[in-house]
């Protein structure tokens, strides 16, 4: 394993973007090759119909390692956003009861809710961020003897604030809600283990911290809740025996495969696989320990300059990504002015948004500094 090897991109530009698209692993893309030049080229000759059954096996083994659970608590899907639709119709918050989110995560952590809501009567509640950070206290008071479901994300994409999911577990649990986490912005860079924190679902990407290809969206279902949850998003995969192609019969799996349901560019899967067995090798702790680092020696970096800061840096609330804005540059132009020097970053809501990952190095944090501090200078005019 070499770093400089695995991900060769990092030796022309200055990657710090990971919260967005991150960089993938060698072994991933030759993974997602492959399987597309086979079916180019030799069409069903080797992914025959057991292939085809048994295509998300790999994947789904080393996600459940990754998180603590087992194979069969896990889904494969084509994106996150599948899976939070498919659960919001599936729980099915009644009329009369709160769905408690927040009004800065992710709209895909959101948006499925709020349709379901329309529908059923229940009512949107979204605690409300001052400065695009969330008080913890305040979401956990929010969650009270109204409320059916707690949708949050792990980490917020905006600013990088990290919650602790144990205590807004049993939170959730004292009244009975279900609680799901989208952890896009964490699996990969955050440790987690489902065998510690009582989920009911859990989803993630796989193009971010994960370092896979889009293209996938994993989910765990807690085992308490697989057998009492119809799909809201159904299809030929969800059955127990998926070539059991009778147009009357539907049967779901007993367990997490009845949230799988279409064909998908299988080989994304096969991919992610590859990148999580990476990441595992390496250690998600390691991993946090060396982004955290990164982190901190671009806080210090750019304590002296004109830079007001978004993200929280209690160390209970940190994670791998550092948002924050020029008080008289506007952030887009800050992400412009980078790009021309090679140095990716991303523009989100009001700033720019840093998010190493484990292929970048102090030198990088270093050039970022560097940089910014010309920008500065440079004042309004960039």
């Given amino acids: 394993m070499s770093i400089d090897t695995d991900f060769p991109a990092t030796a022309k530009l200055t990657y710090l973007n990971a919260a967005n698209v991150a960089l993938m692993p060698r072994s991933a893309s030759d993974t997602v090759e492959a399987w597309q030049r086979d079916i180019a080229e030799n069409g069903s000759l080797n992914f025959d119909e057991v292939a085809e059954d048994l295509v998300f096996d790999e994947v789904r083994g080393a996600f459940a390692r990754f998180i603590g659970a087992t194979s069969t608590d896990v889904a494969v899907a084509s994106s996150a956003s599948e899976f939070v639709s498919s659960i919001a119709w599936a729980v099915m918050p009644k009329a009369g009861t709160r769905i408690v989110t927040t009004d800065i995560v992710f709209p895909s952590t959101s948006y499925p809710w709020a349709r379901v809501a329309r529908h059923t009567g229940a009512e949107m509640h ?6 695009d950070v969330v008080d913890e206290d305040q979401l956990i008071a929010a969650i009270d003897d109204r ?9 917020e994409y905006s600013t990088g604030q990290r919650f602790d999911l144990k205590r807004i577990s049993d939170a959730a649990a004292r009244v009975g809600a279900f609680f799901l986490v989208d952890a896009s912005q964490s699996l990969g860079a955050v440790p987690l283990d489902v065998s510690e924190v009582a989920i009911d679902a859990l989803v993630t990407t796989s193009y971010k911290w994960l370092c896979g290809p889009f293209g996938v969206g994993l989910a765990y279902i807690s085992p308490r809740r697989q057998q009492t949850l119809d799909p809201g998003i159904t299809g030929w995969r969800f059955h127990s025996e998926i070539y059991n192609l009778q147009a009357q019969r539907c049967v779901y799996h007993n367990d997490a495969r009845r ?5 998908m560019a299988y080989g994304c899967a096969a991919a992610l696989a590859k990148s999580i067995d990476y990441l595992q090798e ?5 991993i946090m320990r060396r982004n955290l680092a990164l982190a901190d020696q671009l806080v210090k970096g750019i304590s002296d300059l004109d830079i007001h800061l978004a993200t929280p840096l209690a160390p209970e609330a940190r994670s791998s990504i550092v948002s924050g804005k020029f008080r008289h540059i506007e952030s887009k132009s800050v992400v412009r002015k980078l790009v021309e020097k090679q140095i990716f970053v991303s523009p989100r809501r009001d700033y720019f948004r840093v998010s190493p990952h484990l292929y970048n190095t102090p030198r990088d944090i270093d050039r970022l500094v560097e940089e910014l501090a010309v920008i500065g200078k440079a004042g309004p005019r960039v």
């Fill in 147 to 155: 409320t059916s479901v707690v949708s949050i994300s792990h980490v």
């Fill in 259 to 263: 949230f799988e349901f279409s064909t």
């Fill in 282 to 286: 390496i250690g998600v702790s390691n």
């Fill in 126 to 131: 979204y605690v409300a961020s001052t400065d």
